[in-house]
């Protein structure tokens, strides 16, 4: 027996949970059959663990690079930092790491908007766009953007 908090005694048992013998052998064999697959898991989270950890050396971050910053974040470092970084671990020629984009859709949509204006055209090289950018784009009764003066 153990002491508890405020001296109240705790019961330690070989089955403090009262889980049914049936269930935890069959959870024991299911583990035993994926112990294979873990172990894969576990080497891909290491060499991954690896790729970052290198990405923050390379990038040279420090602790003054989480700091916060006031205005625009014109000239943030950490900013320009955390996007080399996420350039570095998934081997993309640039990237852009932004709290405030909530999905894919938001993110694509805020490039269009900087790069077109009211009646331009946009083509897709590959099909049709998402259709969660149809609105975007101006289709389905879309609120027309009007252009900059």
């Known amino acids: 027996m153990n002491e508890g908090r405020a001296g109240q005694e705790i019961i330690m048992t070989g089955n403090r949970l009262h889980i049914d013998e049936t269930a935890k052998k069959r959870i024991e064999a299911a583990e035993a059959c994926l112990i294979g697959r873990f172990s894969e898991i576990d080497a891909v989270a290491r060499e991954n663990q690896l790729k970052v950890l290198e990405a923050f050396q390379h990038c040279g971050v420090s602790a003054r690079h989480f700091s ?12 320009d930092v955390l996007d080399a970084l996420f350039a570095r ?18 993110a694509i949509s805020a ?4 790069l077109l204006l009211p009646g331009d055209t946009l083509v897709s090289g590959t099909g049709r766009p998402y ?19």
């Open 89 to 106: 671990v998934f081997g993309s020629e640039d990237a852009l790491v932004r709290a405030h984009f909530v999905s894919g859709t938001h």
């Open 111 to 114: 490039c269009l908007f900087a």
């Open 131 to 149: 259709d969660t950018l149809n609105k975007v784009i101006g289709h389905e009764g879309a609120v027309p953007r009007s252009r900059p003066r």
């Open 68 to 79: 916060g910053t006031t205005g625009y974040g014109y000239g943030d470092d950490g900013r």
